[in-house]
């Protein structure tokens, strides 16, 4: 599938802002199938964009505004052809090879808990328990039917900073909270995972041409024996509906807009994601 | 005649000075015939004399919350044979190369993890790996501008390398000012002894730091001391830096990041920034990339760096390298970056991580060393022999908890030396700290370092967070090696007119010599 999408952003803030820097990560790349064909990021007030690739090998262009201004504004327009789903690794190996040494070693920052996905004692405990007497790719499944079957989806009750603990007490959440539990509990359960952000085309069969309201969307990669990427929140494997940005620990090493400023508070983030396919 | 040295009991470790009682090492020989020649009062004058000097100075330190007293210098000096020397900083020297090789591979292809040699959890679990600093190649080419790296001295006397410091090392005005106090105080032993000088350092460092400027900064790049401001209790040494450099000292809201290029605020508008010699830790350095709430940073000073439009010194994300866990594989980077054998050892450390040597490391809780690996500063260190039931309990929970983010080590006895306390000299423990400065070409290491000296009896908690004392440590010239010499620092104007010969080689008398006008304006005052 071909997608136009564009990504707007930024802050409307109480009073003007004469400092503000900032790093953005709206750009996706070409890998694992997608292509993208075309990408431009536009400032508003105008200035120059820094592009760099970090750590995780997202596209990140940091800017900084020194004129003074009421609202900053960042748009992302993407031109991308989205890869096909990939199912879980064919002959995937048991947890004898994901427990293997150089196996937790390599993947070592992927099974460790980061900040927003920290496992306490009730979710060692529920990993442990759906893990019991199956194969990495199935307690993959399981994690994530269990997920789908115990939290809602439900805006306005979690918040950007809200950690997997704080999904499984309130059992509902967003996209980005799916996705923290999930990678929670599959890093409990000793499978290598990581937050992937992007976007999700709405509809399974859109009209082409036709815009449609989207998302900043968040789902999982997960590791038995090769990547897999799942969606927690749809419940499928991610595919040509999904256009992947960047991937990382969890949330904070794939924000899609993160600065610091001077003057006046924030009054609100606005944030606009249109899709239109193309083909 | 003094008799200050008429009690002096070995404590049991390598004497720095003594072989045996009453049995002087040889690089001591001059030294310890001067202390012969002092009473108790005279010691005391000159005590005073240096507590003087330093308040002159404005150099006094504060210890949790108390009020500020004259730094501690002891007067008796540490003395390195020029042989020790030698392997010191051939040993130093290696080690900051493979530590700076190191750093560019792990925020680069990361080809030590992909062989194996270190394995990745060790890295990627640093709680100072910043992937923030990730691809950046440093404008120069240098991140380890400056490195502190901590010896002691076994019972055997050979060195061991005890950890690395290669964010922002301190203690290096200490080393200067000593000197100067030392030279004021004690002028006659400068004559008898060619102690090589340490005053040229700050010269040094700004050499290296302009050296490392990016090359579109041109022939005359502007370097910066950026200090986190005067609360800082290292605020001395940063001013003393920038002041002995004859460069700028400033604060972060004196700088400003605009797309990747930094600037200084000045009277005269605005001046581009080309080196920036940090003292503020990589947490409170950059508020994009770090901690957003820091007041004493330089927003967007890392993507500058990215851009490679200015050098930071020491690189962000050093830590990693100087993490006392990584330190157990610093001989392995050795072998693997430079095909060398480490020409200094380290200490024997365990790595906890493996159950086994978890066990068998608790088995001996109240034998070992424990240190925090991404603690400074003597900070958390629990020496299992000096512990309390009730400490070492609290330990075995804390390290059972985080098996990663603690080492156990043997202890080491960290050899001792003569320091006046209370009207006498007794053996106290010390350890050294040579600082080597890189500046891309070659590693200089300052003759001597800080020596710092446990005051309590048996401490050997040398830290002066921690309530410990310095010594002016003096690395003796080889004769016939061409002698190096500061001005400011030797008792003579010309260079050339001293007898260089060690008084202790001939034990003949030095000769007449020329004081320069300084201290004989010192002397006059006595």
Same mark, same amino acid.
């Given at each position: 599938m071909r997608? /136009?999408?564009?990504?707007?952003?930024?802050?409307?803030?109480?009073?003007?802002?004469?400092? $503000?820097?900032?790093?953005?990560?709206?750009?996706?790349?070409?890998?694992?199938?997608?292509?993208?064909?075309?990408?431009?990021?536009?400032?508003?007030?105008?200035?120059?964009?820094?592009?760099?690739?970090?750590?995780?090998?997202?596209?990140?262009?940091?800017?900084?505004?020194?004129?003074?201004?009421?609202?900053?504004?960042?748009?992302?327009?993407?031109?991308v052809v989205t890869a096909d789903a990939v199912g879980p690794p064919a002959d995937a190996p048991g947890f004898d090879v994901l427990e293997r040494d150089d196996v937790v070693d390599q993947f070592a920052e992927l099974?460790?808990?980061?900040?927003?996905?920290?496992?306490?004692?009730?979710?060692?405990?529920?990993?442990?328990?759906?893990?019991?007497?199956?194969?990495?790719?199935?307690?993959?499944?399981?994690?994530?039917?269990?997920?789908?079957?115990?939290?809602?989806?439900?805006?306005?009750?979690? $918040?950007?900073?809200?950690?997997?603990?704080?999904?499984?007490?309130?059992?509902?959440?967003?996209?980005?909270?799916? /996705?923290?539990?999930?990678?929670?509990?599959?890093?409990?359960a000793r499978v290598p995972a990581r937050y992937v952000s992007g976007y999700l085309y709405p509809l399974t069969d859109g009209e082409v041409g036709v815009s449609l309201d989207g998302?900043?969307?968040?789902?999982?990669?997960?590791?038995?024996?090769?990547?897999?990427?799942?969606?927690?929140?749809?419940?499928?494997? /991610?595919?040509?509906?999904?256009?992947?940005?960047?991937?990382?620990?969890?949330?904070?090493?794939?924000?899609?807009?993160?600065?610091?400023?001077?003057?006046?508070?924030?009054?609100?983030?606005?944030?606009?994601?249109?899709?239109?396919?193309?083909? | 005649m003094g008799d200050l040295l008429d009690r002096y009991d070995l404590a049991g470790a390598f004497d720095e000075m003594f072989a045996a009682a009453g049995e002087p090492r040889t690089? %001591?020989?001059?030294?310890?015939? #001067?202390?012969? @020649?002092?009473?108790?009062?005279?010691?005391?004058?000159?005590?005073?004399?240096?507590?003087?000097? !330093?308040?002159?100075?404005?150099?006094? !330190?504060?210890?949790g919350g108390e009020e500020e007293r004259p730094f501690p210098l002891d007067l008796v000096p540490r003395i390195l044979a020029a042989r020790d020397w030698t392997t010191i900083e051939a040993g130093v020297r290696q080690r900051v190369l493979a530590l700076e090789r190191f750093l560019a591979d792990v925020y680069g292809e990361r080809a030590i993890l992909h062989d194996r040699v270190i394995p990745h959890r060790m890295v990627v679990t640093s709680a100072h790996f910043h992937r923030e600093a990730a691809g950046i190649v440093p404008a120069g080419g240098v991140r380890v501008h400056v490195a502190g790296v901590d010896l002691v001295r076994d019972r055997d006397g050979r060195f061991r390398v005890l950890e690395d410091n290669l964010r922002c090392p301190s203690g290096v005005s200490y080393v200067v000012e000593n000197r100067r106090a030392m030279t004021r105080v004690f002028p006659e032993m400068f004559q008898s002894h060619h102690v090589r000088p340490v005053a040229d350092y700050p010269m040094r460092l700004l050499a290296a730091?302009?050296? @490392?400027? =990016?090359?579109?900064?041109?022939n005359n790049p502007t370097v910066v001391v950026l200090t986190? +401001? *005067? %609360?800082?209790?290292? %605020? !001395?040494? #940063?001013? !003393?830096?920038?002041?002995?450099?004859? &460069?700028?000292?400033?604060? +972060?809201?004196?700088? *400003?990041?605009?797309?990747? &290029?930094?600037?200084?605020?000045? @009277?005269?508008?605005e001046q581009r920034v080309d080196v920036v010699y940090r003292r503020i830790d990589d947490e409170f350095l950059d508020p994009v990339h770090f901690r957003p709430d820091s007041m004493v940073g330089c927003p967007g000073l890392l993507n500058a760096a990215r851009a490679g439009n200015v050098t930071v010194a020491n690189m962000v994300g050093n830590g990693v390298a100087d993490d006392k866990a990584i330190y157990s594989y610093v001989p392995d980077m050795i072998e693997y970056y430079l095909g060398e054998r480490p020409i200094l050892d380290n200490v024997q450390t365990y790595l906890l991580e493996d159950p086994d040597v978890l066990a068998h490391a608790l088995a001996r809780l109240d034998q070992l060393v424990w240190k925090p690996v991404d603690g400074s500063g003597g900070y958390g260190i629990v020496i299992g022999p000096r512990a309390r039931d009730h400490e070492l309990d609290a330990l075995r929970t804390r390290v059972l908890a985080d098996p990663r983010?603690?080492?156990?080590?043997?202890?080491?006895?960290?050899?001792?030396?003569?320091? %006046?306390?209370?009207g006498s000299l007794a053996p106290r423990h010390l350890d050294l700290r040579p600082f080597a400065v890189h500046d891309g070409e070659s590693v200089w290491v300052a003759p001597g370092g800080l020596t710092r000296v446990a005051l309590p009896e048996g401490?050997?908690?040398?830290?002066?967070?921690?309530?410990?004392?310095?010594?002016?440590?003096?690395?003796?010239?080889?004769?016939?090696?061409?002698?190096?010499?500061? =001005?400011?620092?030797?008792?003579?104007?010309?260079?050339?007119?001293?007898?260089?010969?060690?008084?202790?080689?001939?034990r003949q008398d030095p000769g007449p010599l020329v004081a320069p006008l300084d201290q004989q304006q010192q002397q006059q005052q006595q």
């Open positions: 997608l /136009a999408i564009t990504h707007v952003t930024g802050y409307e803030y109480e009073g003007e802002v004469v400092a $503000s820097y900032n790093l953005a990560r709206l750009t996706p790349r070409s890998v694992g199938g997608q292509l993208v064909l075309d990408h431009r990021i536009v400032v508003d007030p105008g200035v120059a964009t820094f592009p760099s690739i970090d750590y995780w090998g997202t596209v990140v262009h940091a800017f900084d505004v020194h004129v003074p201004h009421r609202r900053l504004e960042v748009t992302g327009r993407s031109d099974l460790a808990p980061s900040s927003m996905t920290a496992a306490d004692e009730v979710v060692a405990a529920l990993a442990g328990e759906l893990r019991a007497g199956q194969s990495p790719v199935e307690t993959v499944e399981r994690v994530i039917e269990w997920v789908r079957d115990h939290v809602g989806y439900e805006r306005g009750v979690t $918040s950007v900073a809200t950690p997997a603990t704080g999904v499984l007490a309130a059992r509902r959440g967003v996209c980005q909270d799916f /996705a923290h539990l999930t990678v929670a509990l599959l890093r409990a998302e900043s969307h968040a789902w999982v990669d997960a590791w038995a024996g090769g990547w897999w990427s799942v969606d927690p929140t749809s419940g499928e494997t /991610a595919g040509d509906r999904h256009v992947r940005v960047a991937h990382g620990r969890d949330y904070q090493d794939v924000a899609p807009l993160a600065g610091i400023y001077h003057g006046a508070p924030s009054k609100s983030l606005m944030v606009h994601v249109d899709l239109t396919r193309l083909t | 690089p %001591y020989l001059g030294l310890v015939a #001067h202390l012969e @020649t002092l009473s108790r009062s005279d010691l005391d004058d000159r005590c005073a004399m240096r507590d003087r000097a !330093f308040r002159d100075q404005g150099i006094t !330190f504060a210890l730091l302009r050296a @490392t400027a =990016p090359p579109a900064a041109g986190p +401001g *005067v %609360y800082n209790s290292a %605020y !001395f040494e #940063h001013s !003393f830096l920038a002041r002995q450099m004859g &460069v700028e000292l400033v604060e +972060g809201r004196d700088l *400003v990041c605009r797309d990747q &290029v930094v600037f200084m605020r000045t @009277t005269n508008g983010g603690w080492i156990a080590q043997e202890p080491i006895a960290l050899s001792t030396a003569p320091t %006046y306390i209370d401490s050997l908690i040398v830290n002066s967070s921690q309530g410990g004392g310095s010594k002016d440590t003096w690395v003796i010239a080889d004769p016939l090696a061409p002698a190096s010499v500061a =001005p400011s620092e030797l008792p003579a104007p010309a260079p050339e007119a001293i007898d260089c010969t060690p008084l202790e080689r001939g």
